[in-house]
Nanobody, 116 residues
Framework: QVRLVESGGGLVQPGGSLRLSCAAS????????MAWFRQAPGKERELVAR???????EYADSVKGRFTISREFVRRTVYLQMTSVKPEDTAVYYC??????????WGQGTQVTVSS
């Protein structure tokens, strides 16, 4: 059974930093593409960052240079390091696993609020 558990969300001031974590179990973590999406109220869910098994990463234009996706294989965890956050980064952040040859899986989401 695939399980994705996010953590690390919360309230952060504009210009601050936050690190989200997603612990994965039940899948071949090293072979899966892992991604972070977010959904703000009244908006569609959008890709924030994606990390492929070949260590290639891609980012939404809105977060390039501010957010970094990374993996820790021993802990089977993917991280999203968020820096220089803005109020428009406020959203529920979701972890997504895209295992090869399998359906995609989503975490339950973690709220990030950027406000002074």
């Amino acid at each position: 059974q695939v399980r994705l558990v996010e953590s690390g969300g919360g309230l952060v001031q504009p210009g601050g930093s936050l690190r989200l974590s997603c612990a994965a179990s039940g899948l071949a973590f090293s072979a899966a593409t892992m991604a972070w999406f977010r959904q703000a109220p009244g908006k569609e869910r959008e890709l924030v960052a994606r990390s492929s098994p070949g260590y290639r990463s891609e980012y939404a234009d809105s977060v390039k240079g501010r957010f970094t996706i990374s993996r820790e294989f021993v802990r089977r965890t993917v991280y999203l390091q968020m820096t220089s956050v803005k109020p428009e980064d406020t959203a529920v952040y979701y972890c997504k696993a895209e295992p090869t040859g399998m359906r995609d899986y989503w975490g339950q989401g973690t709220q990030v609020t950027v406000s002074s």
